[in-house]
T-cell receptor, first 114, second 111 residues
Framework: EAQVTQNPRYLITVTGKKLTVTCSQN?????MSWYRQDPGLGLRQIYY???????DKGDVPEGYKVSRKEKRNFPLILESPSPNQTSLYFC?????????????FGSGTRLTVV | QQPVQSPQAVILREGEDAVINCSSSKALYSVHWYRQKHGEAPVFLMI?????EQKGHEKISASFNEKKQQSSLYLTASQLSYSGTYFCGTGFSSNTGKLIFGQGTTLQVKP
């Protein structure tokens, strides 16, 4: 089944403890992106990647890191999480840099930082 | 830069029609539409590109006015399954994958 897989689905952590949220897609998509969703603010882009080893900042990149060493994987790294990073996170992927195709989203990761 | 969606919320009876609007302050290359049900991931509905190309859902239609930098999503003869939050996502260039989403429109369809 074609899908984007995120792990974990739920995570509660403490301030300052490094964490990684994994994202993997099996559709051979070039384009991958991370979004955070907060009430009343919609989906805000954190980082995106147009292909292997090519990443760029979205609108809210502060406090996050990403890497794209393989086409299928695009992990999101929080080096020192803070409570304001408590949010619902979505990974998405698309063919052809998202220009002509819709995104496929993962199931989401609900992160709580205490 | 975030596109503005209107209305913020709408309640319908089954069979009624609805229009959701998305307006940008910048020139657009593409507009995406997604539906998200509570507790689930957004699901792709439709994409409209500058120049008129469209790809998407058979039962949902949309328009893209490039000059006005606006798009509208048309939901006709609504069904209970149409309930959810609708997001538009705007792209500004063919050279980047950056997509900025609106704040969402919540649609509730009642029997």
């Amino acid at each position: 089944e074609a899908q984007v897989t995120q792990n974990p689905r739920y995570l509660i952590t403490v301030t300052g403890k490094k964490l990684t949220v994994t994202c993997s897609q099996n559709m051979n998509h070039e384009y991958m992106s991370w979004y955070r969703q907060d009430p009343g603010l919609g989906l805000r882009q954190i980082y995106y990647s147009m292909n292997v080893e090519v990443t760029d900042k979205g609108d809210v990149p502060e406090g996050y890191k990403v890497s794209r060493k393989e086409k299928r994987n695009f992990p999101l790294i929080l080096e020192s999480p803070s409570p304001n990073q408590t949010s619902l996170y979505f990974c998405a992927s698309s063919l052809v840099n998202g220009r002509n195709h819709g995104y496929t989203f993962g199931s989401g990761t609900r992160l709580t930082v205490v | 830069q975030q596109p503005v969606q209107s209305p913020q919320a709408v309640i319908l009876r089954e069979g009624e029609d609805a229009v959701i609007n998305c307006s940008s302050s910048k020139a657009l290359y593409s507009v995406h539409w997604y539906r998200q049900k509570h507790g689930e991931a957004p699901v792709f509905l439709m994409i409209l590109l500058k120049g008129g190309e469209q790809k998407g859902h058979e039962k949902i239609s949309a328009s893209f006015n490039e000059k006005k930098q606006q798009s509208s999503l048309y939901l006709t003869a609504s069904q209970l399954s149409y309930s959810g939050t609708y997001f538009c996502g705007t792209g500004f260039s063919s050279n980047t994958g950056k997509l900025i989403f609106g704040q969402g429109t919540t649609l509730q369809v009642k029997p």
